[in-house]
């Protein structure tokens, strides 16, 4: 559990980094694309089923960010 917090908090220090290095606006897209590299890992190490809706929210996230870094 510690160590879950201390990735947390060291996740959020490089995010505040990367922010004043770059462009919030290419910094934000590659921050939300970890929701769908979790959602990967958990199916394909995890043995996680992944639902239907679970697949088009990743799906969603997936092109958000897309549209995101290159608009």
Same mark, same amino acid.
């Given at each position: 559990?510690?160590?879950?917090?201390?990735?947390?908090?060291?996740?959020?220090?490089?995010?505040?980094?990367? /922010?004043? @290095? #770059?462009?919030?606006?290419r *910094? %934000?897209?590659?921050d939300?694309?970890?929701? &769908?590299?979790?959602?990967?890992?958990?199916? /394909?190490? @995890? #043995?996680?089923?992944?639902? *239907? %809706?679970?697949?088009?929210?990743?799906?969603? &996230?997936l092109?958000?960010s897309i549209?995101?870094?290159?608009?």
């Amino acid at each position: 559990m510690m160590l879950a917090g201390l990735a947390g908090a060291a996740s959020w220090l490089c995010y505040f980094r990367a /922010l004043q @290095l #770059g462009d919030a606006s290419r *910094v %934000a897209p590659v921050d939300r694309l970890s929701v &769908v590299v979790v959602m990967i890992a958990g199916v /394909l190490f @995890l #043995g996680e089923h992944l639902t *239907v %809706a679970g697949a088009i929210g990743g799906v969603l &996230v997936l092109a958000g960010s897309i549209l995101i870094s290159v608009g």
